[in-house]
């Protein structure tokens, strides 16, 4: 199990749905955001109508379910804000040879032998820096094979921006980029400067475009 912590809209998918494309995935691939509301049936599976007289349900996998049955990458994004219920049962697909399974206490099988290729994969925004993610439980982080920070940007961001604004304006956005970056208490994404230079593509002056694309998100910085 891999964790990959680092601040939104860095690639932390991205790179993931590029690996994905590569064997034996294949493009075999799923990902769910998380969040308090959320309902685990969509994840792990839930019984459905069943279309003949025979039975009256039939059960369908989840996307973690069919993930785990074909061998695919499933990726958990912002696992910080899951459920409890859902938490505790990452506990048995992370853990390690004969140990690992996936619960299924809904169904009829009750568990889920694992697909050896599957690889269960999960992101989180990192506490503080302008982000109130929650943090993990130490049963949930003492399982984790790999955490990897993400801390820059995996796309080249100068390139990005020239597909939008000249040189000169690209220039000034990744210098404004990178004093707001390095004053720590914001952690602009590659998302944000993408937009913002979209908007001044699109004719608004790069002051004008940073008080309606950037100044808003981000109310409460300093």
């Not at 309902?39 to 989840?62: A, H, K």
């Not at 040879?97 to 568990?111: A, I, T």
Request: hydrophobic letters at 35%; aromatic letters at 8%; a negative charge.
């Amino acid at each position: 199990p891999i964790g990959l912590r680092g601040p939104s809209g860095f690639g932390k998918s991205a790179i993931l749905g590029l690996i994905a494309q590569t064997p034996p995935w294949n493009g075999n691939y799923a990902s769910d955001g998380c969040h308090d509301g959320m309902d685990i049936e969509s994840l792990v599976g839930t019984n459905w109508p069943s279309p003949t007289p025979e039975r009256l349900t039939v059960w369908r996998d989840g996307q973690l379910t069919s993930m785990a049955r074909s061998g695919g990458i499933y990726h958990m994004e912002e696992v910080a804000n899951a459920p409890s219920e859902m938490l505790s049962r990452l506990h048995q697909i992370m853990d390690e040879g004969d140990m690992r399974y996936l619960s299924l206490p809904e169904s009829e099988e009750s568990r889920v032998v694992i697909h050896p290729d599957f690889r269960f994969v999960a992101s989180w925004n990192p506490p503080a820096k302008g982000y109130q993610s929650t943090r993990l439980t130490a049963p949930v982080m003492h399982r984790w094979g790999a955490i990897i920070d993400m801390d820059k940007p995996i796309a080249n961001e100068r390139l990005l921006l020239k597909e939008y604004v000249d040189d000169d304006t690209a220039n000034r956005i990744m210098r404004f980029a990178k004093d707001v970056r390095d004053k720590g208490s914001v952690t602009l994404s590659t998302r944000d400067i993408k937009l913002l230079a979209q908007v001044i593509s699109a004719g608004f002056d790069p002051i004008a475009a940073s008080e309606i694309s950037l100044q808003p998100k981000y109310e409460d910085a300093q």
